[in-house]
């Protein structure tokens, strides 16, 4: 192939630059596939997305030069696998070697799709991961237990989860870590703990292991990532509706049926027909609001998840900010109208109590945090840095990954942090990211401006597992803020000063001058 | 509209006639610009979105969805 029709690839969009190798000749195909390897790996070209899509002469024509094509064993499968069905029956492949034969035999749909067949002999998907897709949501306990098998031997499968009828992708290395965690979760609950019991745990364990996505709303959030189920939880990170998701798939394993429901830009779970114990002795049953995403700080950190199996009505309730005004959040009449059984404050303290998860006078973990907080807050009440630090160590003993849910840190430091005792002119807990870093990965950061001590600044280094002090100019080489952020703070960022321009109309001796 | 309708229309525009509308004529001779452009440096008004309060400040999102903003309690 010419240099010409090269540049003339690499310039066009993925889509026609596809078109265009399949309008290629078998000739050309197969030349441009032994001399254009780098190109191929470069614009992420799998050879079998170009031939699925010949026309049935072509395939046979390209099949009787395959072996001269310098392609790899799993490419080659790829290949055969993904012929159309009439091209495959027309093989005879009792001469061929296994390999190929099981991948010609390989059942396929419409594009070249593998049909997954849960009790086929998995060793014949091998190398087959980009053609296969499984759905695996419904599967029984026997066929999650042979689907992990197969994960091992294709581990870039793509395995789908639907949200609102929309499909998401993890892969199967990321269903089976997730599956494995969830099956340390559940299968720890003791057998005799009652539903509303289970329900705590798996609320509890959900807030320690997920966070929300701390890029949510940036230049680089990528939305279907926060929505993949096993995504999620194999990242570590969702948005409210995908957080949802994996606590409604996790219920459904224990025998609780719930529904996702929208508010005003949030989701959250109405739990179906649920039983709930009160503090005074009663049992109620119906349906209950669970919000999994506005507990997960609150989980992390051990503080009380006000927002469990709550009433509609204290759902409403929770949706006022500290201004006052209605954040709507649970806002949906028709959805919600019937939740009306909900735990009251000390109901919530006994249930806590009872799986261990709050102490005997139903107090919760940070309780600790809080008053190691205080205290160090009258230690160091002169001096604002050291108040930090001793702050920064505190919680870091509370929750040693607080640099990877750093979404669930803000939460944490909004409460340990004291503006009062840190003699504040401003105090920001927000996130940045590493200039160098081409992800954008979110960093949290402190930013203090202290009477007493003037500009400090700190992040939370996920290498060191801890936060680190950078003199001002070291860190605003370093870090940057998002544009959504820096939209949102009038293109100024916190540490930088506000520009003295004029801010209000003339004064009238000014205006008597101009008038001289 | 019939054609008695149409005669006193006429009519009533003979002896209704609106006055028309004078335009504000331009000024004929030109103001210094550099006068009018520090006339509208003065008065224009500069206000950055600063949260200027006494708590910490931290992330916002719209509905707090991220649910930081509430405080936790033990």
């Not at chain 1, 002090?469 to 293109?491: A, M, S, V």
């Not at chain 2, 149409?6 to 003979?14: D, G, L, P, Q, R």
């Not at chain 2, 210094?32 to 440096?41: A, G, L, P, Q, R």
Request: hydrophobic letters at 35%; aromatic letters at 8%.
């Amino acid at each position: 192939m010419d240099s010409q029709k090269i540049e003339a690839l690499s310039k066009a969009t993925q889509e026609d630059r596809m078109a265009m190798l399949r309008g290629l000749n078998v000739e050309e195909l197969s030349e441009f596939l032994i001399h254009h390897r780098e190109f191929c790996k470069e614009y992420h070209i799998h050879p079998f997305e170009i031939t699925k899509a010949l026309d049935g002469e072509k395939q046979k024509e390209f099949i009787s030069r395959l072996e001269q094509c310098n392609l790899t064993l799993n490419e080659k499968r790829e290949i055969l696998a993904s012929l159309r069905p009439e091209v495959k029956q027309g093989i005879d492949v009792t001469n061929l070697p296994r390999e190929y034969a099981t991948a010609i035999q390989i059942p396929t749909k419409y594009g070249g799709q593998v049909v997954f067949e849960i009790d086929r002999d998995f060793e014949e998907y091998r190398g087959l991961d980009n053609l296969i897709t499984v759905s695996p949501e419904d599967f029984t306990p026997e066929q999650r237990k042979k689907f992990m098998e197969f994960c091992d031997i294709c581990p870039n499968a793509e395995v789908i989860s639907s949200l609102r009828d929309v499909a998401y992708s993890s892969s199967s290395s990321e269903y089976k870590e997730a599956e494995e965690w969830i099956s340390s979760v559940i299968d720890n609950i003791p057998s005799e703990y009652s539903q509303a019991q289970k329900i705590a745990i798996i609320d509890n364990a959900i807030g320690k292991k997920i966070s929300h996505t701390p890029t949510d709303g940036t230049e680089v959030f990528e939305p279907k990532d926060s929505k993949a189920l096993w995504k999620i939880i194999s990242k570590g990170y969702g948005v409210c509706n995908g957080v949802a998701k994996v606590e409604q798939y996790m219920l459904k394993r224990i025998g609780v049926e719930s529904e996702i429901v929208s508010g005003h830009e949030h989701a959250f779970l109405k739990l179906i027909d649920v039983e709930l114990p009160l503090a005074n002795g009663e049992t109620v049953k119906g349906n209950t609001i669970l919000d999994p995403t506005w507990n997960l700080a609150r989980q992390r950190f051990g503080g009380m998840p006000d927002n469990f199996c709550i009433t509609y009505e204290q759902a409403r309730k929770n949706d006022l900010t500290s201004l006052g005004l209605d954040s709507q959040a649970h806002k949906n009449d028709e959805k919600l109208q019937d939740d009306t059984i909900g735990l009251d404050e000390q109901s919530l303290r006994n249930l806590y109590t009872s799986v261990g998860l709050a102490d005997k006078e139903g107090m919760f973990p940070l309780k600790n945090l809080v008053e190691k907080s205080n205290a160090i807050n009258e230690s160091y009440a002169n001096n604002p840095e050291e108040n930090l630090q001793h702050q920064f160590l505190a919680l870091s003993q509370t929750c040693p990954e607080f640099a990877t849910c750093q979404n669930s840190t803000m939460s944490a430091l909004k409460i340990i942090l004291d503006f009062d005792k840190l003699k504040a002119n401003r105090c920001v807990v927000n996130r940045v990211y590493d200039k160098t870093d081409k992800d954008k990965n979110a960093v949290v950061y402190v930013y203090l401006d202290s009477k007493v001590s003037g500009k400090s600044f700190f992040f939370a280094d996920k290498n060191k597992g801890q936060f680190v002090q950078l003199p001002q100019e070291e860190f605003i080489n370093r870090f940057e803020c998002y544009e959504k952020d820096l939209e949102n703070l009038g293109g100024i960022r916190p540490w930088e000063d506000i520009p003295k321009e004029k801010d209000s109309l003339p004064t009238k001796e000014e205006q008597k001058g101009e008038e001289k | 509209m019939n054609a008695l309708e149409k005669i006193i229309s006429f009519i009533k525009n003979i002896f209704n006639k609106k006055e028309e509308i004078k335009m504000i004529e331009a000024p004929k001779h030109v103001t210094n610009t550099k006068d009018k452009e520090d006339f509208f440096t003065s008065i224009k008004v500069f206000r950055p979105i600063q949260i200027q309060n006494n708590e910490i400040e931290t992330l916002i999102c719209i509905g707090d969805g991220l649910g930081i903003q509430k405080n936790m309690k033990y």
